[in-house]
C-alpha cells in the first residue's frame, strides 16, 4: 500500500507551526496567520489542513507561504490519493464596504507531492514523481475568519507503476504521463501580529 508521507509531513509542519505562533497578539496587522482545514472539491475529494503565514506588503498586496496536505479519493481515476504541496503566493485585496471584510484575489506557485494508488499493477505499486503547480485563488478575511476557494492547476509529471508479483514472473514496470489538477475549499483563524502597515 503507498504510504502518504508528503502529505502526513505537510500536516505535521502545519501543526508544529501552529503552536509556534500561538502567542501572536491580535492587535496588529503586519504579520498574519491562517490556520485551519477544508476540503478537496474536485476530483480529488477529501479532508485537508493547511497553513499559511503571510507578510503585508502594504494595504493592498500581500505575500504568504503556504504548506498543506490532502487526504482523498480522484473520483475520475477511482483510487486513493494524497497530495502534500509547499510554496509561496502572491494576493491583491480590494476595496470593500466595511474595514474588516477584506476580499481578495491570489495567485501562487508551489511544489506538489502527490502520493496514489492509482494505476496500480496486480500487487505492486505506483510513484509519481514530485511536480510544480500554481493555484489561483479567491476569497476573504473577515475579522479572525478566513476562506478561499482554490483551483490548484500541477503541471504533468511522471507516474511509474511496479509490479511485485514474485519470480519466476519478471517485474512489469510501466511509466506514463500524468495531470493532477483539482479544487479546494479552506476555512480557517487569522491571527495577527505587529503593527498596521
Known amino acids: 500500500m503507498q504510504k502518504f508521507n508528503a502529505v502526513r509531513h505537510a500536516i505535521f509542519i502545519a501543526m508544529l507551526i501552529s503552536l509556534s505562533v500561538s502567542s501572536f497578539g491580535q492587535s496588529g496587522h503586519r504579520f498574519k496567520f491562517a490556520l485551519g482545514s477544508g476540503f478537496g472539491a474536485y476530483p480529488v475529494m477529501g479532508p485537508m489542513m493547511f497553513a499559511e503565514p503571510s507578510f503585508q506588503l502594504n494595504e493592498?498586496?500581500?505575500?504568504?507561504?503556504?504548506?498543506?496536505?490532502i487526504l482523498g479519493t480522484d473520483i475520475l481515476r477511482n483510487g486513493n490519493t494524497g497530495v502534500g504541496s509547499y510554496?509561496?503566493?502572491?494576493?491583491?485585496?480590494?476595496?470593500?464596504?466595511q474595514d474588516s471584510f477584506r476580499p481578495f484575489a491570489g495567485i501562487g506557485i508551489h511544489r506538489y507531492h502527490i502520493g496514489t494508488g492509482i494505476g496500480m499493477i496486480g500487487d505492486g505499486h505506483t510513484d509519481i514523481e514530485p511536480q510544480l503547480g500554481v493555484n489561483p485563488r479567491l476569497g476573504f478575511h473577515y475579522r479572525h475568519?478566513?476562506?478561499?476557494?482554490?483551483?490548484?492547476?500541477?503541471f504533468r509529471t511522471t507516474r511509474t507503476s511496479y509490479s511485485t508479483i514474485p519470480s519466476p514472473i519478471p517485474p512489469t514496470i510501466y511509466s506514463d504521463q500524468?495531470?493532477?489538477n483539482y479544487w479546494c475549499i479552506k476555512i480557517g483563524v487569522l491571527l495577527h501580529a505587529g503593527k498596521q502597515p
Open 87 to 97: 510554496g509561496l503566493q502572491v494576493s491583491r485585496f480590494f476595496p470593500s464596504y
Open 178 to 180: 500524468v495531470q493532477l
Open 60 to 69: 493592498r498586496l500581500m505575500i504568504s507561504g503556504r504548506i498543506e496536505g
Open 145 to 154: 475568519l478566513f476562506m478561499a476557494l482554490e483551483f490548484n492547476a500541477v
